[in-house]
């Protein structure tokens, strides 16, 4: 597997900011596909759930590779968001990602990594915004035009994640600036995969001390 591109990614909501490093995963097996993501989402305060409910399902069936990594953040550097949306366009459909009773969105970059600690994490980044509880796209879209999802998982498959409906991107001098549109940052819980990432080997017990 080939190094990583390292970046960070800065994402703001308001008071809310998480910083996601993409470090340098090192060898590891080879990441076992098709793999199925459900989970619940907690609806924000004031929100009430609409046609689709608090339910997601993703699907993926293939992975983003590094070099597509690395090409869309140059992308984006050159020629903004309407230059990454146009690139993104042009990927292979990785898999889709349904919420409640919407019909599914093709997702076109997706990757998935196992983490020092044994967690699995998936990173899902949208070319559009993702409507959550009617058919409409998200208050100030326009000028938010992606979507960003991410989920944990640990060996017993069962995890968390995080959910940006409608976002811009922009490269600054400390890396990817992820920003949302005034919508919520979405609470994702009851995650369950059915891919989860080997359980993590026991160290062997210490051998006795040698009789004198």
């Known amino acids: 597997m080939l190094e990583q591109p390292r970046f ?3 994402v703001l909501a308001g008071a809310f900011l998480i910083v996601l490093c993409a470090a340098n995963a090192g060898a590891q097996a080879a990441m076992p596909l098709p793999q199925i993501w459900t989970g619940r989402m907690e609806v924000p305060a004031g929100v009430e759930p609409g046609l689709t409910g ?4 993703l699907r993926i069936f293939q992975i983003s590779t590094d070099e597509e990594a690395a090409g869309l953040v140059t992308v984006l550097e050159k020629g903004g968001q309407a230059a990454l949306r ?4 042009q ?3 990785k ?3 349904r919420i409640g009773k919407l019909a599914a969105t093709d997702a076109v970059f997706i990757r998935v990594l196992d983490l020092p600690d044994g ?3 998936v990173r899902f980044y949208s070319d559009h915004p993702l409507r959550l509880y009617d058919k409409t796209d998200p208050a100030g879209s326009t000028a938010h035009p992606f979507a960003f999802l991410e989920l944990v998982a640990d060996a017993s498959g069962k ?13 600054g001098d400390d890396g990817l600036r ?3 549109a005034g919508t919520p940052v979405i609470r994702l819980y009851d995650v369950v995969t059915d891919q989860p990432p080997p359980a993590k080997a026991k160290p062997a017990p210490a051998a006795p001390p040698a009789k004198p």
């Open 119 to 121: 967690q699995r994490r």
């Open 8 to 10: 960070a990614i800065r």
């Open 86 to 89: 146009n690139a993104m366009y």
């Open 159 to 171: 995890g968390s994640g995080t959910l940006i409906a409608s976002a811009s991107l922009a490269v």
């Open 91 to 93: 990927l292979k459909v």
């Open 178 to 180: 992820m920003e949302s």
């Open 54 to 57: 608090d339910y997601f399902e």
């Open 95 to 97: 898999g889709w990602i």
